[in-house]
């Protein structure tokens, strides 16, 4: 096989979650550049744009309510005619203090978070394990490897992320369903907004320690994306790969 074909997803059906978000919508452009016919599954119409970007799919659905998340999978693969690649690029995060955290702020991080992206996972596998054959690319964090600050619930959804991706990929890779994680650095999405744009002393001490010397991009993650769902991932199961600009190795 050519370098070019290792990274062809010519005929491929994917489907991306949070793709009207900035991760999500690099993930769609990037999946779609490489030849994937795309699904985009959102709450916002952010969705319906990102899908248009691409001449994609798109399904509104919040994937907190359990229901929708179901019905939204359904549609979105019945649009596809079948599932070849899911992409879990969806979730929030409640900033503050771990005394002033309210439990229903920690219930619907973990809701949006952890629990979804298994029933996500669960729903795909449901079709690519019987068929022996399928990649499934979840989003982890920084978070997965450290507790970070005045973020305790994203830290302890997105460590469970990290765990589960590593379970799924035990049980699914003798059945040719590889499932691996990316776990983004510092992005200048709206998600980190509450640091890059709301923190400028937390936001310049995150740059401080980037080898990279500048915050990410939410197009950065291009390359992990379509690596992890291509050919060339075949026998890569179970990783979790930091797009961190170094942060991790210093």
Same mark, same amino acid.
């Given at each position: 096989?050519?370098?070019?074909?290792?990274?062809?997803?010519?005929? =491929? =059906?994917?489907?991306?979650?949070?793709?009207?978000?900035?991760?999500?919508?690099?993930?769609?452009?990037? #999946?779609?550049?490489?030849?994937?016919?795309?699904?985009? #599954?959102? =709450?916002?119409?952010?969705?319906?744009?990102?899908?248009? %970007?691409?001449?994609?799919?798109?399904?509104?659905?919040?994937?907190?309510? %359990?229901?929708?998340?179901? %019905?939204?999978? /359904?549609?979105? *693969?019945?649009?596809?005619? @079948?599932?070849?690649?899911? *992409?879990?690029?969806?979730?929030?995060?409640? &900033?503050?203090?771990?005394?002033?955290?309210? #439990?229903?702020?920690?219930?619907?991080?973990?809701?949006?978070?952890?629990?979804?992206?298994?029933?996500?996972? %669960? #729903?795909? @596998?449901?079709?690519?394990?019987?068929?022996?054959?399928?990649?499934?690319?979840?989003?982890?964090?920084?978070?997965?490897?450290?507790?970070?600050?005045?973020?305790?619930?994203?830290?302890?959804?997105?460590? @469970?992320?990290?765990?589960?991706?590593?379970?799924? &990929?035990?049980?699914?890779?003798?059945?040719? *369903?590889?499932?691996n994680a990316i776990a983004p650095g510092y992005v200048k999405t709206a998600l980190n907004r509450h640091i890059w744009q709301n923190n400028p002393a937390r936001s310049e001490a995150v740059l401080a320690r980037l080898p990279a010397g500048r915050w990410g991009?939410?197009?950065?993650?291009?390359?992990? *994306?379509?690596?992890?769902?291509? /050919?060339?991932?075949?026998?890569?199961?179970?990783?979790?790969?930091?797009?961190?600009?170094?942060?991790?190795?210093?």
């Open positions: 096989m050519t370098a070019p074909d290792l990274f062809d997803l010519s005929g =491929r =059906r994917a489907l991306v979650t949070g793709g009207g978000g900035g991760l999500g919508g690099a993930i769609v452009e990037a #999946l779609a550049g490489a030849g994937a016919h795309v699904a985009v #599954l959102g =709450r916002s119409a952010a969705t319906d744009d990102a899908a248009a %970007r691409v001449d994609g799919i798109a399904v509104r659905g919040d994937l907190s309510d %359990r229901d929708q998340l179901r %019905r939204g999978f /359904a549609e979105a *693969v019945a649009g596809l005619g @079948g599932l070849d690649v899911l *992409v879990t690029s969806h979730g929030n995060v409640h &900033a503050a203090p771990a005394l002033e955290l309210g #439990l229903d702020d920690w219930d619907d991080t973990l809701e949006v978070n952890l629990t979804s992206v298994f029933e996500l996972c %669960r #729903l795909a @596998g449901g079709l690519m394990v019987p068929r022996g054959a399928g990649k499934i690319v979840t989003i982890a964090s920084m978070l997965s490897f450290q507790g970070g600050f005045g973020a305790a619930a994203y830290a302890a959804s997105k460590g @469970g992320v990290a765990q589960l991706t590593k379970a799924l &990929a035990n049980e699914w890779a003798p059945h040719g *369903v590889n499932v991009e939410p197009g950065d993650l291009a390359g992990a *994306v379509v690596f992890l769902a291509a /050919a060339a991932s075949d026998y890569v199961h179970g990783i979790v790969l930091p797009v961190d600009g170094g942060w991790l190795a210093r």
